[in-house]
């Protein structure tokens, strides 16, 4: 490997809410017991350096001293322009189509504004990323869930008689997508996405799909942007990316988005723009020209087979020795989406309780109850293989195999 992912890296002190939050927020995992170190597995960032050429680029230009009003450099558009047709096969991509944001969600919201009316519905999958939940909550407007399910095999798919029946039943005009799919990991097929945008397209919905995680691919499986399906999707969807999940850089604020309909883009961009909140930080405009420097797309493909590398230890570790325990392979993102259901129902014990026991010994893993998972942790496993290793150990030793309700 020309990068390291081996290397535990130590972020105490360094502004990680990952592992300075812990014990100190109702909303962070509690703290370790004496004796166990904390292993952050909650937060979606990473525990690995991002690729140098993040840092290279950021102090070049500190390098300058001057920081007044800028827009966004030819390199930042051509930048976004080259990653896309290299990573996701984009074609025709132009400046006119590449919009700043300062983060997935805040385009949600600016895309919701622009075409919804408070108290109206929205239509997402369950279960479902709590940001989506509290910041469309927070709108005014009325979340309806239809619920994904899984196959014989324990792959998430979508009910598209269900998403037409709640779409219709609630004149709903307006759904967020998430691809690949987070919690629930999925990387959509590219007739899962036809047939889904073809539900959307029969009642008349604008679609923001949320590909954020479109980078971070497990075991060889590809990415589909919704926008390529059809020449009405392409019409239809805000598309939402950002270097912040794929390199760690999610503290540096940047987002964008790629919208090819003019009608589309000048009503997200109003919203965006009316209120200033959504201007581009320079320094955030460099990481991401660094990010996306051809030594960008090296490091990315080792990130893939690290985290590919956990996946699997951990999916075959749950199998083997946490019976009760069921998960859903990932096909991408970093994270794990544990259903317990049978093995508390077994134990007498609570999804909290579980929680807890793994909390007390260091495994700072997350509810998944706020991700709609009525049962579920979310474990996150962008950590060293020795971390991840080490992570598992004390759940079999202090949690599944010797928990005491």
Request: proline fraction near 5%.
């Amino acid at each position: 490997m020309n990068y390291d992912f081996t290397s535990v890296l130590d972020r105490h002190g360094k502004d990680a809410m990952a592992v300075d939050s812990l014990g100190k927020e109702d909303w962070a995992p509690g703290a370790p017991d004496e004796g166990f170190d904390a292993i952050p597995m909650w937060v979606a960032d990473m525990n690995f350096p991002t690729v140098p050429t993040v840092q290279e680029a950021i102090l070049e230009r500190v390098g300058h001293p001057a920081f007044g009003y800028f827009t966004p450099s030819e390199e930042y558009y051509q930048s976004i322009i080259q990653w896309q047709e290299a990573r996701n096969q984009v074609q025709g991509l132009t400046e006119e189509c590449i919009g700043y944001e300062n983060g997935v969600l805040g385009c949600v919201v600016s895309a919701l504004s622009a075409f919804t009316a408070p108290g109206d519905k929205v239509l997402l999958h369950s279960p479902t990323y709590t940001g989506f939940t509290s910041s469309i909550g927070e709108m005014g407007l009325r979340i309806v869930h239809s619920p994904l399910k899984q196959d014989q095999n324990h792959v998430w798919r979508m009910d598209y008689e269900d998403m037409d029946k709640k779409l219709k039943a609630g004149s709903i005009h307006a759904a967020v997508f998430c691809s690949p799919h987070n919690p629930c990991g999925r990387v959509w097929e590219r007739w899962e996405i036809e047939k889904a945008m073809e539900v959307y397209r029969e009642n008349n919905c604008v679609v923001i799909s949320d590909e954020i995680w479109s980078d971070i691919l497990l075991n060889g499986h590809k990415h589909i942007p919704t926008q390529s399906v059809s020449e009405d999707a392409r019409n239809r969807t805000v598309a939402v990316y950002a270097p912040s999940k794929t390199f760690n850089l999610a503290g540096l604020i940047g987002g964008y988005h790629i919208i090819y309909n003019g009608y589309l883009r000048d009503r997200v961009r109003a919203n965006g723009g009316k209120s200033h909140y959504n201007s581009m930080n320079l320094l955030s405009m460099y990481g991401l020209i660094g990010a996306y420097r051809p030594e960008g797309h090296v490091w990315v493909d080792e990130l893939c087979q690290v985290l590919s590398g956990n996946i699997n230890f951990a999916c075959n570790f749950i199998e083997e020795h946490f019976p009760g325990v069921q998960v859903s392979k990932p096909e991408g993102t970093y994270m794990l989406f544990l259903d317990c259901s049978q093995w508390c129902k077994i134990h007498g014990a609570s999804i909290g309780d579980v929680l807890k026991a793994g909390w007390k010994v260091g495994v700072a893993w997350q509810d998944g109850r706020m991700f709609h998972g009525p049962c579920a942790i979310r474990m996150n496993l962008a950590l060293p293989f020795t971390r991840v290793q080490e992570a598992f150990r004390r759940l079999e030793k202090y949690v599944f195999s010797s928990f005491r309700a």
